[in-house]
Structures are given as structure tokens and as C-alpha cells.
């Protein structure tokens, strides 16, 4: 009889012990460790003001935001995404070190695959789509099963964590410059902040010219454009991505992380499959990366960016034809 009721208690304590607590407590980032105890009090009381905490948390700029939701969009965090992207957003989370590339730090405010120009901020459709589809070639799964009601709630607290990431990192840098945290400045930093989200609700990147029936004409001239308009120089002639610098690792992105330029043969185009997609990553770049954006070189010719897309986009099928490309070797990040 002992028996069982110890075994019925130790299964009840190792359930127990595998449960996530969907509460945690919100640290200043590592950009906070030189300051004095004193400004790290003051950064965190502003923290809390206009973010809340994490048991009882903000979106920044609005307080009459539906707290159910953020409860419901932090218990969704926590179960599915808390491991990769950390308590805090940072990216830091506990199997995070193992991830080649690194899960995103939300803190900075910067997403990689947008609908909108280089520089802005990502609109919601953008996060959500993220969300749903995952990202290709990377960690980030696809949670397209996840109810809606889920998913947006995902994303809204996504939102709760970059906008905090972003008000830390200013009040931080302003504490650094002048040995204090100007209060009276707290309300402009806020609403810069919120503005610059609104912004891109209305700044979606479309195409200059109508989408051409793609033809093995595009494909050519998109080749040539390819090979000489400095695409090859980080991609390769072949599309690959077998250059110098990227068997070395030494590009590197906006976080810090060592990054390369994607192989296009891999048929795993991480910001999307369809025409607009690509033509998007073209036009505008890649934020937080060094890809750049052709918007301004090619300006004056928009027929050559819908020509690169029919080339990426046939470079990017070629092993599902049943090509057989040449090998090559990439060494790991150190």
C-alpha cells in the first residue's frame, strides 16, 4: 500500500516539476550592466509605468489594452516560444545556444522579413504571417494549427516585449550619456516609439510595375542581372552562397550573430515563396542584415527587379527538377 501511494506521489511531483509557470519577472538586458544601481532602479520604474510587469503587463502607449488578452498571449509565449526567445524577448532563451541562426532578439525592434521598407517597423499582418508559415531553414516552426484566437494573442505579446526592448534600450543609452534618466523626456520617447509602429500600417512595399507572366526570357536577363549587379558577390554565380565570405562567417548581422547569405538552391527562401515575396526582399533588402535593398539602383529600370525574381525563383526549384548541383562545404560558426 505504501508503495503505490509513493509512487502515486513522486509521479505527482515529477508532473509537477514539468510544468512551465506562466508567470516570470522581466531583467534589464546586459546594455544595463554598467550602470549604477541607482539609474537601473530608475530605468526600471519607467519599465514599469509604461510596461507594466510581467504578471501584470502594458502595451506601450495604450493602457486600456485588453488585459485578458495579453494573459491569454503570455500563456501561449510561455508554453510555446518562452525556450528560444527567453522571458524577456532577448533571444536568449534556454536551447537558444544550440540554434544556428539565433532565435530573434524582439528587444531592438528589428524583423528581418516585412511587407514594408527597409528601416520600418513590421506590420502586424507581417508578425502574423510569421507566425502561421514559420521561417524556412531555421528553428522557427510553423504554427499554422494554433487557433487564431492563440495566434494573435502570440503576437500581441510579441509586441508587449519589443516595445519594452525598444523604451529599455533608449532610457538605457540616454541614462549612459547623461548620467540620469531624464523623466520629462520618458513621454516623447514613448510616443516616438508608437509612432513609428503606427507608420508602418500604411507603408506596405507593392511593386512599381505589374508582375510580368514569368518566361525563360525573364529568366535569362534576370541571370545576367544577377551576375552583374553584385548579387553573385554574396551569393555566387551558381546561387549557392559557396564565396569566400561566407565560408569564412564573416558577415555579420545587426545582433552580432555571425550570418551568410542564403543558399537560393536550397529551395528554402526564408522570407517566402511567392513572386511579391522575393521582390520585396530585392527592392527593399533585408532589415537587420546586410542585404541590401536595389530599390534606388534599379530605379530607373523596374522590369530587371521582376527579371531577378524569375531567376531566383528558378534557381530556387532547380534540385526539386531533379538537378544534381555541385557540392560544396560550409564551415560551422565559431
Request: glycine share 10%; aromatic share 8%; with cysteine.
Amino acid at each position: 500500500m505504501w508503495r503505490w501511494v509513493c509512487c502515486l506521489l513522486a509521479l505527482a511531483l515529477l508532473n509537477a516539476g514539468c510544468q512551465r509557470r506562466e508567470t516570470g519577472v522581466w531583467t534589464l538586458g546586459n546594455e544595463a550592466k554598467d550602470l549604477t544601481p541607482e539609474l537601473r532602479a530608475s530605468v526600471t520604474k519607467v519599465l514599469e509605468e509604461h510596461s507594466g510587469i510581467m504578471d501584470s503587463p502594458k502595451m506601450l502607449g495604450d493602457d486600456k489594452f485588453d488585459a485578458t488578452k495579453l494573459a491569454l498571449g503570455r500563456s501561449v509565449y510561455i508554453k510555446r516560444y518562452v525556450q528560444y526567445h527567453g522571458v524577456n524577448g532577448d533571444g536568449q532563451g534556454p536551447t537558444a545556444a544550440s540554434l544556428v541562426p539565433k532565435p530573434r532578439d524582439y528587444r531592438r525592434g528589428v524583423f528581418k522579413f516585412t511587407t514594408t521598407p527597409y528601416g520600418y517597423k513590421p506590420r502586424r499582418e507581417d508578425l502574423v504571417r510569421t507566425v502561421r508559415k514559420g521561417i524556412p531553414g531555421t528553428s522557427m516552426p510553423a504554427f499554422n494549427l494554433l487557433p487564431n484566437k492563440e495566434l494573435q494573442a502570440a503576437v500581441d505579446w510579441v509586441l508587449v516585449l519589443t516595445h519594452r526592448g525598444e523604451l529599455e534600450t533608449r532610457l538605457v543609452n540616454n541614462a549612459k550619456e547623461d548620467d540620469e534618466v531624464d523623466l520629462e523626456a520618458v513621454p516623447d520617447i514613448v510616443s516616438g516609439l508608437v509612432a513609428a509602429w503606427e507608420r508602418a500600417d500604411e507603408a506596405q512595399v507593392l511593386a512599381v510595375t505589374p508582375q510580368p507572366k514569368f518566361k525563360t526570357d525573364h529568366i535569362v536577363a534576370g541571370k545576367q542581372a544577377f551576375l552583374t549587379r553584385g548579387c553573385a558577390k554574396c551569393h555566387g554565380e551558381d546561387g549557392r552562397g559557396q564565396t569566400p565570405d561566407n565560408l569564412r562567417g564573416d558577415l555579420k548581422d545587426s545582433w552580432g550573430h555571425p550570418t551568410r547569405a542564403a543558399d537560393l538552391t536550397s529551395g528554402m527562401l526564408r522570407g517566402g515563396q511567392e513572386p511579391m515575396d522575393v521582390y520585396r526582399r530585392i527592392f527593399s533588402g533585408i532589415n537587420g542584415t546586410p542585404m541590401p535593398g536595389f530599390q534606388q539602383a534599379l530605379a530607373s529600370e523596374p522590369e530587371t527587379t521582376w527579371n531577378l525574381v524569375a531567376y531566383v525563383l528558378h534557381v530556387s526549384h532547380e534540385r526539386r527538377r531533379g538537378k544534381i548541383l555541385e557540392s560544396g562545404s560550409i564551415a560551422p560558426f565559431k
